[in-house]
């Protein structure tokens, strides 16, 4: 007999547009090192789908790390912001442009990790060549609209592709994976995480817009968060508890105008709900900065490298 799990797990498949095809070969090449001292950056280039390429820097530290073990290093995917800053993607989390608060990867590197830093679907490298930002955005969601699919479905498959990048580096211990994101690169994470077990450890920072909140507070949220039916799979708690038992954090500021925390303090017992009845009751955790807006301020920086240090 089907578990309600079960179910769940299947009509949200099927509400994003699955399944998702085997991908071709990554066919990945470095086009570009540089030495920043404690790690090098690697840019590299692989293939999500026949003839799509996608962008990335790989950090790996070039110094001994505490969390080494002789099948390699733990590492973390970081998925980058939105912010309607479409000119930015990789290189704001990979440390080399943007808002030096969000400059992730340099952080996670020296503690240990390598990481892996892509640009997602219309940022930076992967902008369209005569529509702008939003226009390509709104482009590409209709684009998988009428092909019965969400553009959350393609985020998640170039996301796994990330991480297929990733478990096949001689650096990395494929059994100690996570991913890390902020607003956008939230959304990512938690969009990802019940579809790739290889993801040990999930830390989402400000975005977790339910559609109980975008309606009841007026909110347009970025396309990657809009799933068919998703109101009818029990909104963002419904979807995020399917990430069970593996662990979950989320972070969220009590100013943060795009998550309203009255609907944060209200669904987030929800996702605990979901990890009890998984028998997870203790891999969920939040974090509610009570002076924090949309940011990633030094109590959930703080909070990030505990989850990732105590888990991978």
């Given at each position: 007999?089907?578990?309600p799990r079960d179910?769940?797990?299947?009509?949200?498949?099927?509400?994003?547009?699955?399944?998702?095809?085997?991908?071709?070969?990554?066919?990945?090449?470095?086009?570009?090192?540089?030495?920043?001292?404690?790690?090098?950056?690697?840019?590299?280039?692989?293939?999500v789908e026949p003839?799509?390429?996608?962008?990335?820097?790989?950090?790996?530290?070039?110094?001994?790390?505490?969390?080494?073990?002789?099948?390699?290093?733990?590492?973390?995917?970081?998925?980058?912001?939105?912010?309607?800053?479409?000119?930015?993607?990789?290189?704001?989390?990979?440390?080399?442009?943007?808002?030096?608060?969000?400059?992730?990867?340099?952080?996670?590197?020296?503690?240990?990790?390598?990481?892996?830093?892509?640009?997602?679907?219309?940022?930076?490298?992967?902008?369209?060549?005569?529509?702008?930002?939003?226009?390509?955005?709104?482009?590409?969601?209709?684009?998988?609209?009428?092909?019965?699919?969400?553009?959350?479905?393609?985020?998640?498959?170039?996301?796994?592709?990330?991480?297929?990048?990733?478990?096949?580096?001689?650096?990395?211990?494929?059994?100690?994976?996570?991913?890390?994101?902020?607003?956008?690169?939230?959304?990512?994470?938690?969009?990802?995480?019940?579809?790739?077990?290889?993801?040990?450890?999930?830390?989402?920072?400000?975005?977790?817009?339910?559609?109980?909140?975008?309606?009841?507070?007026?909110?347009?949220?970025?396309?990657?968060?809009?799933?068919?039916?998703?109101?009818?799979?029990?909104?963002?708690?419904?979807?995020?508890?399917?990430?069970?038992?593996?662990?979950?954090?989320?972070?969220?500021?009590?100013?943060?105008?795009?998550?309203?925390?009255?609907?944060?303090?209200?669904?987030?017992?929800?996702?605990?709900?979901?990890?009890?009845?998984?028998?997870?009751?203790?891999?969920?955790?939040?974090?509610?900065?009570?002076?924090?807006?949309?940011?990633?301020?030094?109590?959930?920086?703080?909070?990030?490298?505990?989850?990732?240090?105590?888990?991978?």
């Amino acid at each position: 007999m089907t578990s309600p799990r079960d179910e769940l797990r299947r009509e949200a498949a099927h509400a994003l547009g699955g399944p998702w095809p085997e991908g071709p070969e990554l066919n990945a090449e470095v086009t570009e090192r540089i030495d920043r001292g404690d790690h090098r950056a690697e840019k590299v280039r692989y293939q999500v789908e026949p003839g799509e390429w996608v962008s990335a820097w790989v950090l790996i530290p070039t110094v001994p790390a505490a969390g080494e073990s002789e099948n390699g290093l733990p590492a973390i995917a970081v998925w980058h912001q939105h912010n309607d800053e479409y000119h930015l993607g990789k290189s704001e989390s990979a440390g080399f442009s943007g808002d030096p608060s969000h400059h992730t990867g340099p952080l996670l590197v020296s503690h240990g990790y390598v990481v892996i830093c892509p640009d997602a679907l219309g940022f930076e490298e992967r902008r369209h060549q005569s529509l702008d930002g939003p226009d390509y955005e709104r482009h590409s969601f209709m684009k998988h609209l009428v092909r019965g699919r969400c553009l959350a479905w393609k985020n998640i498959l170039d996301c796994r592709r990330a991480v297929d990048y990733l478990s096949g580096l001689p650096d990395v211990d494929e059994h100690r994976i996570g991913c890390y994101g902020h607003s956008l690169g939230s959304t990512f994470a938690w969009l990802v995480g019940p579809w790739d077990q290889r993801l040990k450890c999930i830390v989402g920072n400000c975005c977790m817009p339910s559609m109980n909140a975008v309606e009841g507070a007026a909110i347009n949220h970025s396309f990657s968060n809009y799933i068919t039916g998703l109101k009818t799979l029990g909104d963002l708690p419904g979807y995020i508890g399917l990430i069970a038992p593996r662990r979950l954090h989320l972070n969220f500021g009590a100013f943060d105008p795009l998550n309203p925390i009255e609907y944060v303090e209200r669904e987030l017992p929800l996702i605990a709900e979901a990890y009890k009845k998984a028998g997870a009751e203790e891999a969920f955790s939040r974090h509610i900065d009570r002076d924090a807006g949309h940011e990633l301020s030094e109590s959930m920086k703080t909070r990030m490298l505990e989850v990732f240090r105590e888990t991978l």
